[in-house]
């Protein structure tokens, strides 16, 4: 059983690259399970549900996690409460889904996990990015994976990519003290994830095409390493 959980700029490819993972381990003859991207497809009130069930469940089952992070979300000046509402939700919908994942076997890859929620917390607050990893650190020991994927691609490339979506996440829109905060929050957040040894961590580029497919095969590789 191995958690995977891929972390970095929306526009990089996470989600991408994770399919990606996943196609080359099924050719494998790994048994594959990917949660988010499962909920993430379904209908958008039946995702919605989905989510809701998760994060309560979170809340019921695993008070002693649950209960600080959201103590410590009310804290962290979010620029508005329906920042404050979408970034905790999210929190505990993702923190359950690595929770019962460690259930289930073979291998979870996880698009967005708790890095990626703690990120989010800190995209719209006004506080040091620094304080916002210090003050979730017990939520992101609780909750950590086997594996990080950190996914990084040129910042012209990530612009680029947003601005060619549809319906992308309006709260890190290009050219806005938001974006260049995300920035400067995800190279922190490499750092911490580099620095403990609670798991593994690999990064891996996606500028093209090519790299997606070398950064597939090298995320597999790991995932075989912890099998031996």
């Not at 609670?198 to 597999?220: H, K, M, P």
Request: aromatic share 8%; hydrophobic share 40%; charged share 25%.
């Amino acid at each position: 059983m191995s958690i995977i959980e891929f972390v970095g700029l929306p526009g990089v490819g996470k989600s991408t690259l994770s399919r990606r993972v996943a196609a080359a381990l099924k050719d494998e003859h790994f048994r594959v399970s990917e949660p988010i991207r499962r909920v993430s497809n379904r209908p958008d009130l039946r995702r919605v549900l989905s989510k809701v069930g998760f994060a309560a469940e979170h809340v019921l089952r695993c008070p002693r996690t649950a209960l600080p992070a959201m103590w410590t979300l009310l804290n962290t000046n979010q620029a508005s409460t329906a920042d404050r509402i979408r970034v905790g939700f999210n929190l505990q919908y993702v923190a359950r889904v690595l929770v019962r994942a460690r259930s289930t076997p073979g291998v979870t890859l996880l698009e967005q996990g708790p890095y990626q929620g703690v990120w989010s917390v800190g995209l719209r607050s006004s506080i040091d990015w620094s304080l916002i990893f210090d003050r979730f650190d017990q939520f992101l020991s609780r909750t950590a994976p086997d594996l990080v994927v950190l996914v990084e691609a040129d910042t012209d490339t990530i612009v680029n990519r947003l601005r060619s979506r549809e319906g992308g996440d309006t709260r890190f829109t290009p050219d806005t003290p938001a974006f260049n905060r995300g920035v400067e929050g995800y190279k922190l957040l490499k750092t911490q994830v580099q620095s403990t040894d609670a798991f593994e961590s690999i990064i891996v580029e996606n500028e093209t095409w090519t790299d997606l497919g070398e950064s597939a095969n090298r995320v597999a590789a790991a995932v075989n390493s912890f099998q031996d």
